[in-house]
């Protein structure tokens, strides 16, 4: 498989205003940036995903222990949408090699169509790419793991920098491509405000109306002719 799924229930509880989301691992989990210890994989246990922020079409992630009192991760994610949301928390994962952890692809909250994909180093996208036979996401920026304090705003100065760094995706041939060939983007606000559920009957029945009285005009002009 290219991809591992994990449907966590009753593991995952998740608060709607920032997403908290509990979650357990059975085994140890790649994510993405660079571990202070020199790797970026979260042992096997028990971690809390949050939003730290979500105001654009970038949105920041945070890992933490089960106490919420170390940050494991401040991850950078790009929305990206699943044909069906359910009522459980999803977590994807892409396959490594034998003996490897799975890596963290995304994350769905329970009943959002959109998700969290996460964004990797290029160098490590290159691996994961050419292993799973997908494209990944990829930034150039350095992203440290475990703060000595968590952080809580949304305008901190690591933050400001990922909303700002370059996203691009790698191929599995290392051909790097834009997002938008690889990520299905939300919708726009006009989009949401204005779906598509217009029905064709009503011009159906204003074309045979149309018909009918053309038909009838032809007919009386015939009769008068005659």
Request: no cysteine.
């Amino acid at each position: 498989m290219a991809m591992g799924i994990v449907i966590l229930s009753p593991g995952a509880k998740a608060d709607d205003w920032d997403r908290k989301t509990n979650v357990t691992f059975a085994a140890p989990v790649e994510i993405p940036g660079v571990h202070l210890s020199g790797f970026a994989v979260l042992p096997a246990g028990t971690y809390v995903f949050k939003i730290l922020d979500s105001q654009s079409d970038r949105h920041i992630v945070q890992i933490f222990n089960k106490d919420e009192t170390i940050v494991y991760a401040t991850i950078l994610a790009i929305p990206n949408y699943r044909l069906q949301a359910t009522d459980k928390t999803v977590i994807t994962f892409r396959e490594r090699g034998p003996g490897e952890p799975e890596a963290l692809r995304a994350w769905f909250y329970p009943g959002r169509n959109w998700g969290e994909e996460f964004v990797y180093s290029k160098a490590k996208a290159i691996q994961l790419a050419k292993t799973a036979n997908l494209p990944v996401l990829f930034t150039q920026m350095e992203m440290p793991l475990e703060f000595t304090e968590p952080i809580r705003s949304a305008d901190a100065p690591l933050v400001a920098n990922m909303k700002q760094a370059p996203l691009m995706a790698i191929k599995p041939t290392r051909q790097e491509v834009q997002l938008a060939d690889v990520v299905t983007a939300p919708p726009s606000e006009t989009e949401v405000a204005l779906p598509h559920t217009a029905s064709p009957l009503p011009l159906i029945g204003l074309l045979g109306l149309l018909s009918l009285a053309v038909a009838f005009a032809i007919h009386v002009t015939a009769k008068r002719l005659s």
